[in-house]
C-alpha cells in the first residue's frame, strides 16, 4: 500500500494565473535586469590574461604563462559560441526555440571545449596542465562572480500629472 504526503495546497488553494501585461512585465524586466552573455565573456578575456600573466610572473617560465592562457583560451572560445548562439535572431523567436537552441548550444560549447583540450599539446609547447587547469577553473568562475555583481535593477521616475487634481 502506497501512502501519499500530504499536500498543504490543493488545487483550490492556489491562485488562478494571471498573464502579465506589457508593462507589468517591462516593470519586472526593468526590476530584475539579465547578465549579458557578453559581458561575461569579456570579464572572462580579462580574467584569463591576468592568471596567464600571474602564472608567467610567478614561476617565471615563459611555458606556464602560456599554458594558462590556453586554458582560459579553453573556456572563452566555447563561451564566445554560446553566447553568439543565444543572442541570435532565432533564439529568441519563443520559448521553445530557446530551449532547445540553449541545449544544442551548450552541447556546442562542451564539444569545442574538449576539442580544445584534445589539441592542447600539439599547439602549446612545453604545456604544463596544472596551469592549465588554473587558467580553465578560474576563468570559468566569472559565471559566479558576474551573477554576484550583476547590474542594478533600473530606477524608474513616476511623474505626477499636473492636471491630475484638478
Known amino acids: 500500500m502506497t501512502h501519499q504526503a500530504?499536500?498543504?495546497?490543493?488545487?483550490?488553494d492556489e491562485p488562478p494565473f494571471k498573464p502579465l501585461s506589457a508593462e507589468e512585465a517591462q516593470r519586472l524586466r526593468d526590476k530584475h535586469p539579465?547578465?549579458?552573455p557578453w559581458?561575461?565573456?569579456?570579464?572572462q578575456v580579462a580574467v584569463g590574461l591576468f592568471v596567464a600573466l600571474v602564472a608567467w610572473?610567478?614561476?617565471g617560465r615563459q611555458s606556464v604563462g602560456w599554458s594558462a592562457g590556453y586554458g582560459a583560451l579553453v573556456v572563452v572560445v566555447p563561451a564566445v559560441i554560446?553566447?553568439?548562439g543565444l543572442t541570435g535572431r532565432f533564439s529568441s523567436l519563443n520559448a521553445g526555440t530557446a530551449t532547445v537552441g540553449f541545449m544544442a548550444w551548450e552541447m556546442v560549447k562542451?564539444?569545442?571545449?574538449i576539442a580544445l583540450l584534445a589539441v592542447a599539446p600539439k599547439w602549446v609547447s612545453a604545456l604544463s596542465w596544472p596551469a592549465l587547469l588554473v587558467g580553465m577553473v578560474l576563468t570559468m568562475k566569472v559565471y559566479w562572480v558576474a551573477l554576484a555583481f550583476k547590474p542594478a535593477p533600473r530606477q524608474t521616475v513616476e511623474w505626477a500629472d499636473p492636471d491630475a487634481g484638478r
Not at 6 to 12: A, G, L, M, N
Not at 110 to 113: E, L, M
Open 57 to 59: 610572473a610567478v614561476t
Open 39 to 43: 559581458r561575461v565573456v569579456v570579464w
Open 110 to 113: 562542451i564539444a569545442v571545449s
Open 34 to 36: 539579465s547578465v549579458s
Open 6 to 12: 500530504p499536500s498543504h495546497q490543493t488545487p483550490q
Open 82 to 84: 554560446f553566447a553568439r
